[in-house]
């Protein structure tokens, strides 16, 4: 998605906006070493953990609705997909081991990884479909808002994983 929202916001060749795809890697794989050393910075607990980097999703959403050149965008194109790995990697690896003593880690993982193919499916089409009726910033808006929900629903159930798991 980023090469085309960078060449249709910022008119540049295919070739250019195709390479600026680059970085979404790059911020991937820094983010998924990042969530290790986050989530052993916060003793283990996944839900602070995974929440730090839905904020971090939100500044991403900020920097690119008011971007105002395709270098800045790149970055928070970047840091956006980077972000969301960063979650995905904390409840979806490192999560479950939680749930060791209960002989569920492949349920937990198995369903939580389910619904991360069922939302990257939907997304895939759905977010298509959006930007070509609402544009970018609609978008763009909409990854706002779920980035906000997602860091809200984590940072809400907190209390009640830790009175489960007495972290």
């Given amino acids: 998605w980023m090469p085309t929202y960078i060449g249709e916001t910022y008119n540049l060749g295919a070739a250019v906006a195709t390479l600026t795809g680059v970085a979404l890697p790059v911020f991937?794989?820094?983010c998924?070493?990042?969530s290790a050393v986050i989530y052993g910075k916060m003793n283990g607990k996944p839900l602070?953990?995974?929440a730090s980097f839905c904020a971090l999703a939100i500044g991403a959403c900020l920097l690119l609705m008011v971007g105002k050149n395709a270098a800045a965008s790149v970055l928070g194109a970047a840091m956006l997909t980077g972000a969301m790995h960063g979650t995905n990697s904390v409840l979806i690896m490192l999560m479950p081991s939680h749930f060791r003593n209960t002989g569920h880690v492949s349920t937990i993982s198995g369903t939580l990884n389910a619904c991360v193919y069922i939302g990257s499916a939907l997304s895939t089409?759905?977010?298509a479909a959006l930007s070509d009726t609402a544009g970018w910033g609609g978008t763009i808006t909409l990854w706002l808002g779920l980035s906000i929900a997602c860091g809200g629903i984590l940072l809400a159930c907190i209390p009640g994983w830790?009175?489960?798991f007495r972290d």
């Fill in 28 to 30: 991937a794989m820094i």
């Fill in 32 to 34: 998924q070493k990042l």
């Fill in 48 to 50: 602070p953990a995974a």
């Fill in 125 to 127: 089409y759905g977010f």
């Fill in 162 to 164: 830790n009175k489960r």
